[in-house]
């Protein structure tokens, strides 16, 4: 009587295997990036309200004028002192822009000019970061 058997994988077998294995890489892939893209965008709109905290409390402190400029489709953004001497060009996650120009100003008592809301936008959708009239800055999460 033989009692002969084979070990390993037939190359079907090995096949079904890569192939299942291939999907799973492409799935983790896709999500991975689609989570990298939604954590740059609220990253985003946590640091332009932070920059928009820091022009209202530098023109404060220092009693002179601050503006923040957006520009759209950049991926920067530029907080200036008026009187000169400050200029401070802040970059923006990769892949992530203001969807409109605005420039907001900030008196030498830190009041803003207006109300002003800041769209950002990417891939994955947008984000907003809000200045109302007496200094409140809000940013949206998801």
């Avoid at 084979?6 to 890569?18: P, Q």
């Avoid at 740059?40 to 928009?52: D, M, N």
């Avoid at 404060?60 to 060009?89: C, D, M, P, Q």
Wanted: glycine content about 6%.
């Amino acid at each position: 009587m033989n009692t002969h058997s084979e070990r390993g994988f037939t190359m079907l077998e090995l096949f079904i295997a890569l192939s299942i294995a291939a999907i799973l890489v492409t799935l983790t892939f896709t999500n991975w990036r689609n989570y990298t893209a939604q954590q740059r965008l609220r990253y985003a709109a946590i640091q332009v309200a932070s920059g928009l905290r820091e022009a209202e409390e530098r023109a404060k402190a220092e009693r002179t004028v601050y503006t923040v400029t957006f520009t759209a489709s950049s991926s920067t953004y530029l907080i200036v002192r008026t009187s000169g001497g400050f200029n401070e060009n802040a970059a923006l996650p990769p892949g992530v822009t203001p969807a409109s120009n605005d420039t907001v100003t900030f008196s030498a008592f830190g009041q803003p000019d207006a109300a002003h809301t800041i769209t950002l936008v990417n891939t994955m959708g947008s984000r907003t970061a809000s200045l109302d009239t007496v200094g409140g800055i809000t940013y949206q999460t998801p």
